[in-house]
Nanobody
Framework: QVQLVESGGGLVQTGGSLRLSCAASGNIFNINVMGWYRQAPGKQRELVAKTTNGGHTNYADSVKGRFTLSRDNAKNTVDLQMNSLKPEDTAVYYC?????????????WGQGTQVTVSS
């Protein structure tokens, strides 16, 4: 099992910044992907950004140029720096980790942290 603990959510005004942090613990071997998803009220959970062990990073089009994902493999952490925040960024943000063992992918999720952007 992998445990993911998130921190850093909160309330911010439009144009402000927040930094989310996620730390992985437990059986952390073979974690291939780490990243963040978000879910707004009444909407499906969507990818924000994710990165692989090889350093390949994907961002949702809606956050490109505003959000930056950084991963520290030695510390098993992944941070999301969010700048120029908009009201539509309001959501619960979830840290995720994916392990690949014998060709099977196992996904793990944090408990979520609320981000609210006021207009």
């Amino acid at each position: 099992q992998v445990q993911l603990v998130e921190s850093g959510g909160g309330l911010v005004q439009t144009g402000g910044s927040l930094r989310l942090s996620c730390a992985a613990s437990g059986n952390i071997f073979n974690i291939n992907v780490m990243g963040w998803y978000r879910q707004a009220p009444g909407k499906q959970r969507e990818l924000v950004a994710k990165t692989t062990n090889g350093g390949h990073t994907n961002y949702a089009d809606s956050v490109k140029g505003r959000f930056t994902l950084s991963r520290d493999n030695a510390k098993n952490t992944v941070d999301l720096q969010m700048n120029s925040l908009k009201p539509e960024d309001t959501a619960v943000y979830y840290c995720t980790a994916v392990k690949i063992v014998a060709g099977t992918a196992y996904s793990y999720w944090g408990q979520g942290t609320q981000v609210t952007v006021s207009s």
